[in-house]
């Protein structure tokens, strides 16, 4: 990681997590994010024990109910720290824009006096986020062998359709071999 935070220290049960791949209806996945944000001004907005509490249930609650895994969540007084496993469909920065203004409106009903501290808005407008995860390009490989083993469901052309298809265009670019890769790049 290029930024270390020496307070942010997530558990080892982290590393687990990091290797679990998870499933939706028609994905399978394994993107993590490390995702940093900021308090307007970098003020101590965030030192109260209670608002610490409060933003804690907040950021896992919301994360639950979208969906989003919380890998680690690390509160500190100017900044926040949170490490996400996201589907693939959704961008980053609408889940980072979806936790900054859900946080900023029920932080600021709960403890009024933020509204008074922080002006109009309670974050900074920008954010870090990085990816993170172990998979090795050993894995990717065997990956792509496993799914070129496994049994064919779709339906195969006939053969005197698959005769006029190698006449066309299409068909010799689908008969065409791969070209052979420069020698250093790609799966050895």
């Known amino acids: 990681m290029i930024h270390k935070y020496p307070h942010f220290k997530p558990t080892d049960h982290l590393q687990k997590e990091l290797k679990t791949v998870r499933t939706g209806s028609h994905t399978t996945y394994n993107i993590n994010y490390h995702v940093v944000w ?9 030192k109260n024990p209670k608002l610490k509490e409060v933003l804690n249930v907040i950021l896992r609650g919301q994360s639950e109910h979208r969906g989003w895994k919380v890998l680690a969540l690390e509160i500190q007084p100017d900044h926040i720290h949170i490490f996400l496993s996201v589907p693939p469909a959704i961008p980053i920065a609408k889940v ?22 922080m002006g109009k808005s309670l974050w900074a407008d920008g954010y ?12 990717v490989r065997r990956y792509i062998q496993n799914q070129s083993c496994k049994k064919q469901t779709h339906r195969e052309i006939p053969k005197p359709m698959a005769e006029e298809k190698r006449q066309s265009p299409l068909g010799r670019f689908l008969g065409a071999s791969i070209p052979p890769k420069p020698k250093g790049i790609g799966y050895p």
């Open 38 to 46: 900021i308090p307007k001004y970098r003020k101590h907005a965030l």
């Open 96 to 117: 980072v824009n979806t936790l900054k203004g859900n946080t900023s409106i029920q932080l600021r009903k709960a403890f009024p006096y933020l509204k008074v501290l």
């Open 128 to 139: 870090y986020v990085s990816t993170a995860g172990f998979v090795s390009q050993e894995q």
